[in-house]
């Protein structure tokens, strides 16, 4: 149900590096630092990440000789550098075919400097928010939506809905920007849905 329009291969590493990480002791929120290293292990390419690279938002990934350089850009907001980094892990796996010598974009999945392949962007996006946040627990976020057990008062005091609540309450205990968590759950389970636990509220 979840990652939809990614091909198999592709969902198998993206599964793989997760076993890898929680065999590996990684914990929740997910440390993203580590996510990386052991990315680097499976593709057996090396992955160097430049922090406060000075463009507005979001990343830039770029392939070299030796693997893979993402840069971030410069962003108060910790939540935002871990999207970025998980957004750029989604294009080494689903973009770029890694196996060559030096890595290479897939020809269906190519995009230009100009023109963004937005459809590869909002995958990328919510491999992301898979990346960060555990399937189960958006799945029960959408479903068991009533009984999730938070301590609201802090954010309700800040929000009138309980849907907008809990939204940030999941954002901020995964550390994934909440506007991106949002459009990850519509994308994932459709308007309809989130307008129907909008208006039980
Ligand atoms: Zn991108």
Redesign the pocket.
Known sequence: MFLKNIDAETRQQIENLLALYYKSGGGLPVDIELLIKLLAKLIDNEIEIIKDFIIKK??I?SPVQWGFRIYVGYTNLLFQKRFTIG??I??ILHTFDYTEDVPQQKPERESNCIF?NMG??YI?DDIACYLLCPQELVIKFMEDFHNIPCQLELFRKKQTSPFTARLKLISKIFGIPSAEFYRYVKRQFGEEKILSLVNST
Do not use: R, S, V
Request: charge should be negative.
């Open positions: 979001g990343g990934l957004h750029e989604g294009h963004k590869e962007e990328c």
